[in-house]
């Protein structure tokens, strides 16, 4: 299956246990596909580097650049397509759908109600990470 994961979602399972951590679990075991580009790599490295992630970053005895790197590792990137902006609250939310067309996701993850509050985008669901891990149960 092929899943863009929104930043909110890689932060999440990349420093902590829950849904998230076990999407990223699934994408390192390879039952999915990640697919990223180059500007939601840059903001997730932003994001990251906050001074909010540092105590936790630390205490799992890494550093923000190795993160970026697992990240980039971990997901294929894709250019994203150029689409209609969609999302005029947050642009970054246009890079993830951007990103989705681009990469041919069959889904999309996020954490944003924002997002997910689309449902869908160019017939590509906008899921929780547990809808997305139910689905890839089936």
């Known amino acids: 299956m092929r899943i863009v994961a929104d930043t909110n979602?890689?932060?999440s399972g990349l420093l902590w246990d829950g849904l998230p951590r076990q999407l990223i679990d699934a994408a390192r075991a390879r039952r999915i596909s990640l697919y990223s580009s180059s500007a939601l790599a840059a903001e997730f490295a932003e994001v990251i580097a906050r001074e909010q992630f540092a105590r936790r970053i630390r205490?799992?005895?890494l550093s923000a650049a190795e993160l970026v790197a697992d990240y980039i590792?971990?997901?294929r990137l894709v250019v994203p397509a150029d689409i209609v902006p969609k999302v005029a609250a947050d642009p970054d939310d246009d890079q993830v759908?951007?990103?989705a067309v681009a990469a041919r996701a069959e889904v999309i993850v996020s954490g944003d109600k924002r997002l997910r509050n689309l449902k869908?985008?160019?017939g590509i669901p906008i899921?929780?990470?547990r809808?997305?891990?139910q689905l890839i149960a089936q």
């Open 9 to 11: 979602t890689v932060v």
């Open 73 to 75: 590792r971990l997901a």
């Open 120 to 122: 869908n985008y160019q």
């Open 127 to 129: 899921l929780s990470a």
């Open 131 to 133: 809808q997305a891990l």
């Open 59 to 61: 205490a799992a005895g």
């Open 97 to 99: 759908l951007a990103c």
